[in-house]
């Protein structure tokens, strides 16, 4: 039976999964005890790798003070950077080194780690100025589009437009990544939202990435028929992006451990609440990168530049970069370790530096980034 719509709001047929919950919380049990607390990545053979060549190390380049718990960035056609704010619903600009204000979205309901979320620019912005937001409503997580209107040199909010509805939302885990992918489809990462029985469930959209059209609708080729669901099993996705060969890879929040950095194929099962990180379970896809220890990690918006992942680490307050090899990482490093306090998202400006977004600073800040090769 395939998934229902109504006003493309999809409706679960989420059922509890009592059998899969125990060998969760055995599993769980059993990974807090004593363990490795450096991240370990997986080899061809599913073994870890020996020492990598550590990547050039960024140099920061600027810094723009005034922001409140800004969680994503995107850039417009002449350069100005459009940051979401989580808790005042505001869209922010910076253009210039100069920091704006464009407009509050409508709608959105903050609370806990919900509120304005993702942005994503739409693929044809230069004919129809788009921009997607992924907020939390007053009952549920949603997608939403706005028109960019330029009027008297000035960028102004069009009207709201609905393209999905019927996340399910919560105090935690609400996801909120969206971007749009090399094949000009809108890729969208949801949390759990505490309902463990949702990510193992195709027909439920907690715990998984989505692949829709622009209108909100399944994208055609999806791995489950005329259903938005493009991978399962996750926990809590919070970055996506793809390399230089187009590979989507996917970073993700474990619980007390265990936190991932997950190639994403079609239909692919990354295990949650079954099991975590890369255990070797058959049915299930181990993750390329594990962080035992999440307060190391915590890892949150993901940039990939050529075959080289950037990761913001929230708990761990810190920069990672993982160097990628074909469909295999090696070992990551880190920077800035505890210098600029939790790090929420990492995007690619279009003059090639390297943007970071501070939470909880107050105030919060964009940290400007040199790369060198």
């Known amino acids: 039976m395939l998934p229902r719509f109504a006003g493309r709001r999809f409706f679960s047929r989420a059922a509890a999964r009592a059998t899969a919950l125990a060998v969760a919380l055995l599993f769980l049990g059993a990974c807090t005890g004593g363990g490795p607390t450096t991240p370990v990545v997986q080899s061809g053979d599913g073994t870890a790798t020996g020492p990598a060549a550590t990547p050039p190390e960024p140099t920061v380049a600027g810094r723009i003070d005034g922001l409140k718990l800004p969680w994503s960035t995107v850039y417009l056609p002449d350069g100005t950077a459009v940051i979401s704010e989580r808790d005042t619903a505001l869209l922010r600009t910076i253009k210039g080194g100069q920091l704006g204000t464009l407009g509050k979205v409508p709608g959105v309901v903050p609370g806990g780690e919900g509120g304005l979320l993702g942005l994503a620019l739409s693929p044809d912005f230069a004919a129809d100025r788009y921009l997607y937001a992924y907020f939390t409503a007053p009952a549920d997580n949603r997608i939403?589009?706005?028109?960019?209107?330029?009027?008297?040199?000035?960028?102004?909010?069009?009207?709201?437009?609905?393209?999905?509805?019927?996340?399910?939302?919560?105090?935690?885990?609400?996801?909120?990544?969206?971007?749009?992918?090399?094949?000009?489809?809108?890729?969208v990462g949801t949390g759990d939202s505490q309902r463990r029985e949702q990510p193992q469930d195709s027909g439920a959209l907690g715990g998984k990435i989505l692949r829709l059209t622009a209108d909100g609708r399944p994208a055609p080729g999806n791995p489950f028929g005329e259903n938005p669901v493009y991978s399962l099993g996750h926990r809590n996705v919070q970055g996506l992006a793809w390399d230089s060969a187009g590979r989507l890879w996917a970073s993700e929040f474990g619980p007390d451990v265990n936190d991932e950095l997950n190639l994403i194929v079609p239909g692919g099962n990354y295990g949650w609440p079954d099991v975590t990180g890369a255990p070797h379970r058959s049915g299930f896809l181990d993750a390329k990168v594990v962080w035992p220890s999440t307060a190391e990690s915590s890892p949150s918006g993901l940039e990939i530049v050529g075959s080289t992942a950037y990761l913001g680490a929230l708990r761990?307050?810190?920069?990672?970069?993982?160097?990628?090899?074909?469909?295999?990482?090696?070992?990551?490093?880190?920077?800035?370790?505890?210098?600029?306090?939790?790090?929420?998202?990492?995007?690619?400006?279009?003059?090639?530096?390297?943007?970071?977004?501070?939470?909880?600073?107050n105030p919060d800040f964009a940290l400007i980034l040199d790369l060198h090769s």
């Open 144 to 187: 939403a589009r706005m028109r960019l209107e330029e009027r008297g040199g000035r960028l102004e909010l069009g009207a709201l437009q609905p393209v999905f509805t019927g996340i399910p939302k919560a105090g935690t885990h609400n996801g909120g990544r969206i971007r749009f992918g090399p094949d000009g489809f809108l890729y």
């Open 316 to 361: 761990g307050q810190r920069l990672w970069i993982v160097p990628l090899r074909g469909e295999f990482a090696e070992d990551p490093v880190s920077y800035f370790t505890r210098e600029y306090g939790r790090v929420r998202n990492v995007s690619l400006a279009p003059d090639g530096r390297l943007w970071l977004l501070s939470n909880g600073q």
